[in-house]
């Protein structure tokens, strides 16, 4: 079954400790995002990746980290979390075919809490 | 750059009632547009897309959606709701060259028996 996985689904977490969300798609995507999710505020992305080991910032990336070091896998790393850092996050992914509007396949998300 | 507006931020409608959502957008080329739907405790699913040839576009569970260019407009309909259509919707938009999707603030439909 094609998907897109997350890890761990919910985390509830202390200021200052280091984590990372794993995502994973089975799908050999070239592209892959990380979003947050905030009421009122949509999703808005926070890294994103066009292949394997290119990564660039999106729109919120201030306090998170991002590696890819094999297609399929995307982890989002917060190194020193903090409580505005509270949120639902997704990861996505899609393939490249020059601009066709391609969709992008979401993740169940991972809802983060830092205290 | 894009920027997108959902315009109701709620809407309650009953069993068996139409509902439209309405989207707006802003962009200085030319875009895709998307609608994502987003149940209860999961991640999004699409709902449909525009990407170019007719404006009216059908997608999955009985949704479409017009894409009306010179309003930047793309409402969703359906005419006769289901409890199960209860979640959160949301609008997106790319454009032509680029992967990044740019979300509204999202719709929560509420059907009510």
């Known amino acids: 079954e094609a998907q897109v996985t997350q890890n761990p689904r919910y985390l509830i977490t202390v200021t200052g400790k280091k984590l990372t969300v794993t995502c994973s798609q089975n799908?050999?995507?070239?592209?892959m995002s990380w979003y947050r999710q905030d009421p009122g505020l949509g999703l808005r992305q926070i890294y994103y990746s066009m292949n394997v080991e290119v990564t660039d910032k999106g729109d919120v990336p201030e306090g998170y980290k991002v590696s890819r070091k094999e297609k399929r896998n995307f982890p989002l790393i917060l190194e020193s979390p903090s409580p505005n850092q509270t949120s639902l996050y997704f990861c996505?992914?899609?393939?490249?075919?020059?601009?066709?509007?391609?969709?992008?396949?979401f993740g169940p998300g991972t809802r983060l809490t830092v205290l | 750059a894009q920027s997108v507006t959902q315009l109701d931020s709620q809407v309650p409608v009953f069993e068996e009632a139409p509902v439209e959502l309405r989207c707006n957008y802003s962009?200085?080329?030319?875009?895709?547009l998307f609608w994502y739907v987003q149940y209860p405790n999961q991640g999004l699913q699409l709902l449909l897309k525009y990407l170019s040839g007719s404006t009216l576009v059908k997608g999955i569970n009985g949704f479409e959606a017009e894409f009306n260019k010179s309003q930047t407009s793309f409402h969703l309909r359906k005419p006769s709701v289901h409890i199960s259509d209860t979640a959160e919707y949301f609008c997106?938009?790319?454009?032509?060259?680029?992967?990044?999707?740019?979300f509204g603030a999202g719709t929560t439909v509420t059907v009510r028996a």
């Open positions: 962009s200085s080329v030319s875009v895709y």
């Open positions: 799908m050999n995507h070239e592209y």
């Open positions: 997106a938009v790319s454009d032509l060259n680029d992967y990044k999707l740019s």
């Open positions: 996505a992914s899609s393939t490249r075919t020059g601009g066709e509007g391609d969709t992008q396949y």
